[in-house]
């Protein structure tokens, strides 16, 4: 294999990419969601957006705990290996790179280019939005692949650009909202439409993507400088952050527009929401901010989809380690990891498509949302994690050892339970294709290898 990777990204970095994946396109994305599965209740809305940014906090806590022993590559898969076990490593690398990572990344995709399109007028799941969509998957895989430490700065970059219009309509909506009783009339109006099922839970599912990619940041713990000081200050501030911001956020949301507009808008929503508050131009201004956001999401996300591979090569383990451990001299990146990274993220940019916005779905039963999933999917194999801390985690000390991964647990089977009780028969079909893919990288573990790797 050639050298390592290169100790390039520094604190601001690893802060950067928690805050900057996890705010972006989901508290867009989802904010309709979460409204139209409480039927308008806007207090039960706020109590889905805490409860799971509660989940996140927890789980981004145990996991910065393990930062501080534990280095490796690719942060949340050495955590499974030294914990776990190198089975449950190789297991949950596969499901990672082949999964997690590239389902995450082409959805944000096309959230990113169904949002450049709401401002271009066009249809959200016409030609013109899956093309922006391929295009940006495309673009950012250049960035991250050929200019990596260029790819590390437009993080940091987007993370600011991104806490603007965020802000804005905290501050400004919710002073909007108090001024003219919008506010008031949505907190106390009660749910405007009557819904079906566990509204709670249903919106805690929906909000599980909007606070999901934290763990991403723990995929550049190999070229992160000081990892176990720095990765640990990145979750911990990053996650409680996120939060803040979400919660502030929605309020403010709450007083730009009555409930019954932002869910009747759809996609066009959180557009009307800020035309309404700071006029047309100043709404599309701001509204070119949230397309910024969502690529910065999307850069992110990108930044973990290309080393997916490569954390199975560095371990030889994974299909041809020869081939996906070899990192570029003159760019410092695992280019071939990088290449498979973007094409499994257009094989599930064309499942998303055809699973969820195509006019007649093209799988029958075999259509999930592949933005939430796999989130829930990641949440039920951090629980043999958080077990293996309690019982090897002698250097910490009771509250580390114990109690953080009893929440932990708690957590994790929390967003299970809301997924069982929310999404029903979907998550036996989504766990045959699970299975199935994770099969045949059982069968791939030891395909090609080199003994001399």
């Known amino acids: 294999m050639n050298e390592g990777l290169e100790k390039r990204y520094g ?62 590559v690719s942060g ?54 899956m093309t922006m969509a391929g295009l940006f998957l495309v673009g950012t895989y250049v960035v991250n692949a050929l200019a990596p430490k260029l790819a590390g700065k437009l993080q940091v970059t987007t993370t600011v650009a991104k806490l603007i219009p965020l802000f804005l309509m905290a501050i400004v909506g919710t002073i909007y909202g108090m001024k003219n009783g919008v506010l ?8 405007v439409v009557e819904v079906a099922g566990n509204p709670l839970f249903t919106a805690v599912v929906g909000t599980c993507f909007a606070y999901e990619g934290w763990i991403c ?13 720095n990765l640990p200050r990145a979750l911990t501030f990053g996650s409680l952050f996120v939060v803040l911001v979400y919660m502030v956020y929605y309020i403010g949301l709450a007083g730009a527009v009555e409930n019954e507009v932002i869910m009747a808008g759809g996609e066009t929503g959180a557009k009307i929401a800020f035309s309404t508050v700071f006029t047309q131009a100043g709404g599309t201004l701001l509204f070119v901010f949230v397309v910024i956001s969502c690529l910065g999401t999307l850069n992110g996300l990108m930044m973990a989809c290309t080393r997916g591979f490569y954390a199975m090569a ?30 499994f993220a257009m094989i599930w940019l064309a499942y998303f498509y055809g699973a969820n916005l195509a006019p007649e779905l093209w799988f ?5 949302d592949s933005s939430e999933l796999p989130i829930v999917t990641i949440y039920a194999m951090y629980i043999p994690i958080f077990l293996m801390q ?64």
């Open 11 to 72: 604190l601001l970095t690893a802060i950067a990419m928690v805050v900057g994946i996890v705010i972006g396109s989901g508290v867009f994305f989802k904010a309709e969601k979460v409204l139209t599965a409480t039927g308008g209740d806007l207090p039960t809305g706020i109590l889905a957006w805490f409860l799971g940014g509660l989940v996140m906090v927890i789980c981004a806590y145990n996991f910065a705990i393990m930062a501080t022993k534990h280095e490796k």
């Open 76 to 129: 949340v898969v050495d955590y499974a290996e030294m914990l776990v076990g190198p089975k449950y490593g190789y297991f949950f690398a596969w499901f990672m790179a082949t999964i997690y990572f590239p389902s995450m990344t082409s959805v944000v995709a096309w959230v990113s280019a169904r949002y450049f399109g709401v401002l271009m007028g066009w249809d959200i799941v016409g030609p013109q939005v």
């Open 184 to 191: 008031v009339q949505n907190f106390t109006s009660g749910a």
């Open 217 to 229: 940041a723990t995929s550049i713990n190999a070229e992160l400088k000081d990892a176990k000081k």
């Open 314 to 343: 560095a371990r030889n383990e994974g299909p041809t380690p020869q081939v996906f451990g070899v990192v570029d001299n003159v760019t410092k990146m695992p280019t071939n990891s990088a290449l498979i990274g973007l094409m």
């Open 364 to 368: 029958g039963p075999f259509c999930f």
């Open 390 to 453: 309690m019982k090897k985690g002698t250097d910490f000390g009771f509250a580390q050892r114990i109690i953080a991964p009893i929440f932990g647990i708690i957590a994790s089977g929390f967003m299970v339970l809301a997924a069982i009780v929310s999404l029903g028969k979907a998550i036996i079909f989504y766990l045959i294709l699970f299975a199935v893919v994770m099969v045949i990288g059982i069968a791939m573990k030891n395909y090609g290898h080199n003994k001399e790797f």
